[in-house]
């Protein structure tokens, strides 16, 4: 089966610009989770969905970071205006949302080099 | 803030060699998870340990979790050169569903 995509895979913007990141999850899969990695770093959640649902968006900076999830399968994380620090990997994971315990299925990840 | 730190930050081995690596986290957890991330790669999960379970293998690998010190170890034997990669610990924890708490990573280089 297909694996969670993302696109693009990378994206170089100056400051105070917009940027949108695009994600597919694995078909079926009703959780739904945006990470932002940074360098040297473990991923940080930032959003997560159950179906078009946002149950946890406490580690979003809601003053320039926006995301939806449409109908309940792709979904897009936006950024307006850009600023250095977020200059990261944004990583998009999906999980069948059946249980706690539940293996979290990843994406190649969108890099983002914010000049 | 993440929930666990892996131990040692960085290791270097021969092909061949077994590989190990600590994670310490610290509140109670509901269950633990190991990542494996190529370089300019998403993650790939690689074994999960219930909090009722003490060991678990896969292949190669070995989880063992020590509920009562806050710790699991991962131990990949007979590494190879295609182990090379950055290895994350992730907690669940009880008062929050679904979600995982990543480690900083221990990144491993296999040298043929």
């Known amino acids: 089966e297909a694996g969670v995509v993302q696109s693009p895979r990378y994206k170089i913007i100056e400051k105070k610009q917009p940027v949108a990141f695009w994600c597919n999850p694995i078909?079926?899969?009703?959780?739904l989770y945006w990470y932002r990695q940074n360098l040297g770093q473990g991923p940080e959640l930032l959003i997560r969905?159950?179906?078009?649902?946002?149950?946890?968006d406490s580690q979003l900076p809601k003053d320039r970071f926006s995301a939806e999830r449409l109908k309940g399968v792709d979904s897009t994380l936006k950024i307006q205006p850009a600023e250095l620090g977020d200059s990261a990997v944004y990583l998009c994971?999906?999980?069948?949302?059946?249980?706690?315990?539940?293996?979290?299925?990843f994406g190649p990840g969108t890099r983002l080099l914010v000049l | 803030s993440q929930q666990g730190e892996e131990d040692p930050q960085a290791l270097s081995i021969q092909e061949g060699e077994n590989a190990t690596m600590n994670c310490s986290y610290k509140?109670?957890?509901?269950?633990l998870q190991w990542y494996r991330q190529n370089s300019g790669r998403g993650l790939v999960h690689l074994i999960l340990?219930?909090?009722?379970?003490r060991e678990k293998h896969s292949g190669r690998l070995r989880v063992t979790l020590d509920t009562s010190k806050k710790s699991s170890s991962l131990l990949i034997t007979a590494s190879r050169a295609a182990d090379t990669a950055s290895y994350f610990c992730?907690?669940?924890?009880?008062?929050?569903?679904?979600?995982?708490?990543f480690g900083a990573g221990t990144q491993v280089v296999v040298t043929p």
């Open positions: 078909s079926g899969h009703n959780t």
């Open positions: 340990i219930r909090s009722n379970e």
């Open positions: 969905y159950e179906n078009e649902e946002a149950v946890d």
């Open positions: 992730a907690t669940g924890t009880t008062d929050s569903w679904g979600k995982l708490q």
């Open positions: 509140t109670s957890i509901n269950n």
């Open positions: 994971a999906s999980s069948p949302g059946q249980g706690q315990q539940e293996t979290q299925y």
